[in-house]
């Protein structure tokens, strides 16, 4: 399918975050005519005008769009998607998420007549925005839930094309697919495994005697330059730059961490996300005014190696510690 015969359908933008932002002004540059949809009033309205788009509160915004992309945070799309979407989108037109959860586990059911896709692009809302300026883009995924007009992958592609994805890569996929992994990664080694693999590291180095500071600089400040090498160039990258001591250390120790036993709890964890208790277990929670997830939360931001870390951090005069800049680009 070539570019030219892409649809180029009038979009709808239900959010204005990191990734909101991003979908607008690459759509936009790429010759679609977006609308952006927004609660008035609130905090990302004035940036969204001052970036020239046209914004309406949701309700009006997907009126007459062909394609409503909903960006919204996932325990927020229900509520959108009853109160401003169901009853206004019009006859025949595409719902589009960039996460699955909503409607692969079945709190957001598509009218019939909509057809349902999904284009995930595989990096934060800064990188698929500066990536398409400099003339390349991001990876995305796409997948297709729902295809009434027959014509639901080519609306897919085209949105996937309009962010820039088509210059780097597009990979099908399911909502379950896509729903299960993502969530999975999350949980087992972005940012669960990861964060708790670096607190236990450090606990253990600290419990032995050894400075806070030097345990920080050994588990958590240079993790960066080992992800980097892995993002850059796989396993076998961090094998060409790490030392010969390093490398028959990660041989001998690194299975007696994760171990059998580590995989076993992942397949836990996995079954979870699966079966659809993680999800009911985030909806009750959210549901609850987040009482348990406020209380993990600021365990972790009590952690010591979060005190010994920001002291040092403030002498690194290299880095960027706008906490604004850092909360999008995640």
Known sequence: MTQSSLPK?????V???SQGRAHALNLRDSGFDVTVGLRPGGPTEAK????????KAPAEAVKDADLVAVLTPDMVQRQVYADALAPNMKQGACLLFAHGLNVHFGM??????????????KGPGALVRREYEIG?????????????????KQLALAYADGLGGAR???????FKEETETDLFGEQAVLCGGASSLVQAGFEVLVEAGYQPEIAYYEVLHEL???????????????????????????????????????????????????????????????EAGLPNYNRYKQAD???????????????????????KEQKEAA
């Open 9 to 13: 359908p009038s979009i709808a933008i």
């Open 15 to 17: 959010g204005y975050g």
């Open 48 to 55: 969204a005008r001052a970036d020239g788009f046209t914004v």
């Open 108 to 121: 957001i059911a598509p009218r019939e007549d909509l057809d349902v896709i999904l284009v995930a692009p």
């Open 136 to 152: 390349r883009g991001v990876p995305c995924i796409w997948a297709v839930h729902q295809d009434r007009s027959g014509k639901a």
């Open 168 to 174: 780097a890569n597009l990979i099908e996929t399911t």
């Open 224 to 286: 960066k330059l080992i992800v980097d090498l892995f993002y850059e160039g796989g396993i076998t990258r961090m094998l060409e730059f790490v030392s010969e001591t390093a490398q028959y250390g990660d041989y001998v120790s690194g299975p007696r961490v994760i171990d059998a036993s580590v995989k076993e709890r992942m397949r836990d964890v996995l079954k979870d996300i699966q079966d659809g208790t993680f999800t009911r277990n985030w909806v009750a929670e959210h």
């Open 301 to 323: 931001l009590d952690h010591p190696i979060e005190v010994v870390g920001k002291q040092l951090r403030a002498k690194m005069v290299w880095l960027d510690n706008s906490p």
